[in-house]
């Protein structure tokens, strides 16, 4: 044994000086998100300009390479993390799940398994057992940590597929060849996750049976289409219409689902968290009865991506449909591991993020965050009805706020002033035959300040375009 530096010395220090630069370039960037315009200040055009476009022969030391990189794409971000962004439904991090998001990155644990990453594994149990509790969820129920709510809509519909097929005398792992057909049944409002999620897995886009005037599913429209096929159906209901955030009428509708043998599948990327307050929790009434939900930790919980979670009430419907097997996998006999619950062997540890977040909110934590941002926007939709010449569109009786003008120009124009300007980033969308623009709240900081310059913003927008009563 010599007392000479080695190559694992010069390895951990090479990590601690791309570390180190990392994190002084991360702390630049949080402490600029809530002052910065929010827009990028360049496109991808003029950002593939900053870039070298050639591989270079020779490599660079690691902490002039996050030099390098830190300095080339600070014009071309986004504030998302901001307080007024409202673009899509997208939150911005707790500093204990960003922390503990880097520490999955470093620990480089492949959370498949539960024997070789023991660590990881339990605190993503964990985290599913609190995501259960707090949801009101059944505790026994399977849960998988995926990449977001798209894949977390994909996990839980391969199941009900493999499921209803099942209860007709065909084997899923036979394939779709020769199985009988099944019905997609959803809302006029389904939103575009499902869509492409019941298309991957075989069951092509959902037929829609209407909706209301904010979205919810059409019950009577389902038991229609219900009574009409006697073969194997799946039901995708919706907790928070993406326009108006809306619920559909949960109890009614599982009720007359399950009176004809359906799956009832939940897509609650961001509503399914109205559960976890007993001052929201009428919204999802009736929906702990359904058979799969889907959620997105990134989106309401405030969590960094690749935090998606797929429940399906019968972990060993999950497991059939999900899992892998093979002679080199390590496995506990009678136990589920991770990649059971997910469509995937090699992952990331997501679930410790989720966990973070939890541990640092407990429960009212969790209950003042979901309360907190439904009041945001309701001020948001009271400062926009004193703005002459806007309406708010939708009920508010969640997150979401669709604002117009008369006309529909005016209202793009409005959208594209606010984009500009930069104290607030909010998408235009076209909902019930009219353009609007769109206010996620979903931001963990969005509080009356926020609200307050919000409101001064639009109503600057609103005079600077000519928009009157």
């Keep these: 044994m010599t007392g000479g530096a080695t190559d694992d010395d010069a390895d951990v220090d090479d990590y601690g000086r791309a570390l180190d630069a ?11 998100v809530d002052e910065r315009p929010i827009r990028p200040d360049t ?20 902490d002039a390479v996050i030099d390098e990189l830190a300095a080339a794409v600070e014009p071309g971000l986004m504030a998302m993390g901001s307080s007024r962004f409202y673009g899509f439904v997208i939150g911005g991090a707790y500093p204990a799940a960003l922390a503990a998001d880097w520490l999955v990155a470093a620990w480089d644990q492949n959370t498949g398994s539960r024997q070789p990453t023991p660590a990881t594994a339990a605190v993503e149990e964990v985290a599913a057992s609190w995501l259960l509790s707090l949801l009101g969820l059944p505790g026994d129920s399977g849960v998988g940590f995926v990449t977001g709510a798209t894949s977390a809509n994909l996990s839980a519909l391969i199941v009900a597929r493999d499921t209803v097929l099942r209860d007709r005398g065909h084997d899923p792992v036979a ?26 897995a075989g069951l092509g886009a959902p037929q829609t049976v209407g909706a209301d005037e904010q979205g919810r599913i059409d019950v009577a429209a389902l ?13 995708a209901l919706q907790a928070g219409d993406v326009h108006s955030g809306a619920f559909d009428d949960f109890a009614a509708a599982i009720d007359v689902a399950h009176l004809h043998g359906a799956w009832v599948h939940v897509d609650g990327a961001f509503g399914l968290w109205a559960a976890a307050s007993p001052r929201l929790r009428h919204l999802f009434a009736g929906a702990e009865r359904a058979d799969s939900w889907a959620t997105d930790a990134h989106k309401t919980l405030n969590v960094p991506y690749d935090c998606g979670v797929a429940i399906v009430r019968d972990e060993a419907a999950m497991t059939a449909s999900l899992g892998a097997h093979a002679e080199y996998l390590p496995a506990v006999a009678g136990t589920p591991d991770p990649y059971d619950r997910t469509p995937e062997l090699s992952r990331r540890a997501r679930g410790v993020p989720v966990w973070a977040a939890l541990r640092s909110l407990g429960r009212r934590g969790v209950v003042d965050l979901v309360d907190g941002l439904v009041d945001a926007a309701l001020g948001l939709a009271e400062g926009f009805r004193a703005i002459p010449g806007l309406e708010v569109l939708n009920d508010v009786v969640f997150t979401q706020v669709c604002l117009a003008a008369r006309e529909d120009a005016d209202t793009i124009a409005l959208g594209e002033w606010l984009r500009a300007e ?48």
Excluded: C, K
């Design 22 to 32: 990392a994190h002084r370039h991360a702390l630049d960037w949080l402490a600029s």
């Design 43 to 62: 496109d991808v055009d003029g950002m593939l300009a900053r870039l070298i476009p050639v591989l270079p022969e020779e490599g660079e030391a690691s």
């Design 175 to 200: 394939g779709l060849q020769g199985a009988p057909t099944i019905r997609f049944l959803a809302g006029g409002a389904v939103h575009t996750s499902v869509v492409l999620a019941g298309r991957i």
């Design 223 to 235: 038991a229609e289409a219900l009574a009409a096929y006697d073969g194997p159906t799946i039901v």
């Design 422 to 469: 930069g104290t607030v980033w909010a998408s235009s969308s076209t909902w019930r035959g009219r353009a609007v623009v769109r206010f996620a709240v979903s931001n963990r900081g969005t509080g009356e300040e926020a609200v307050r310059r919000t409101v001064d913003a639009v109503a600057r927008g609103a005079a600077a375009i000519g928009i009157r009563d």
